[in-house]
């Protein structure tokens, strides 16, 4: 597979309930993010890896729990999350250091019940 | 705070018909700036970037937009539009902090296009 990668593609979850989201890049990078977009809002950066480093935590609530095991995955980590969590999750990826083009995956839509 | 602005919500437009999408967005040092587009049922996908140099830059598909400092503007124009062309349009800015390892992306909330054949 080329690009970004992200699984599932749709999830639908209880509130009680914990998950995961994963993304993958196969395009060298080393700066992955997190982005949530939901209707009507710009996207919002959740979180940023640089280097397998979390570099920036967008106040985030702790529900949500991110993890770069390699520069090439990304997780997201989902448990107790609330109804208005229901988004579209986009990862990305671009080079670090640099200014340089984010490249997105096709993000997983997430439903919360 | 930095911000992005993208004038309209949702423009309606007949097929040939001219396009001009504004950005603009509140930051005085030094930016690089970007438009996505997102297809009906597809992901986020690069139309163009500015990053320095010729101010007036072309992207994929006809595209092409204008930096202005002075107005602190990059907006997206197209001279004919295309029923293909119905999209969401996201003009997105990276604002450079100088030495950190990321690029933190700031994006407007988009521009719907609906093109009429």
């Known amino acids: 597979e080329t690009g970004v990668t992200q699984t599932p593609r749709h999830l639908v979850m209880g509130m009680t309930n914990k998950k995961s989201l994963k993304c993958e890049q196969h395009l060298g990078h080393n700066a992955m993010y997190w982005y949530k977009q939901s209707a009507k809002k710009p996207l919002e950066l959740m979180f940023v890896y640089s280097l397998e480093e979390r570099v920036e935590n967008n106040s985030v609530p702790s529900r949500f729990s991110p993890e770069c095991p390699n520069s090439s995955h990304l997780f997201l980590h989902l448990h107790t999350l609330q109804p208005e969590d229901s988004a579209l999750y986009l990862c990305a990826s671009s080079q670090a250091f640099t200014p340089d083009t984010q490249y997105f995956g096709p993000g997983t839509r997430l439903t919360v019940l | 705070a930095q911000s992005v602005s993208q004038h309209n919500h949702h423009v309606i437009l007949s097929e040939a018909a001219s396009l001009e999408l504004g950005c603009n967005y509140s930051y005085g040092g030094t930016v690089n700036l970007f438009w996505y587009v997102q297809y009906p049922g597809q992901h986020l996908q690069l139309l163009l970037k500015?990053?320095?140099?010729?101010?007036l830059v072309k992207g994929i598909k006809g595209f092409e937009a204008e930096f202005i400092k002075s107005k602190f503007s990059f907006n997206l124009r197209k001279p004919s539009v295309q029923w293909s062309d119905t999209a969401e349009y996201f003009c997105?800015?990276?604002?450079?902090?100088?030495?950190?390892?990321?690029?933190?992306?700031?994006f407007g909330q988009g521009t719907i296009l609906t093109v009429h054949p």
């Open positions: 997105a800015v990276l604002f450079n902090a100088g030495g950190t390892s990321y690029g933190k992306l700031t």
């Open positions: 500015y990053f320095s140099g010729d101010p």
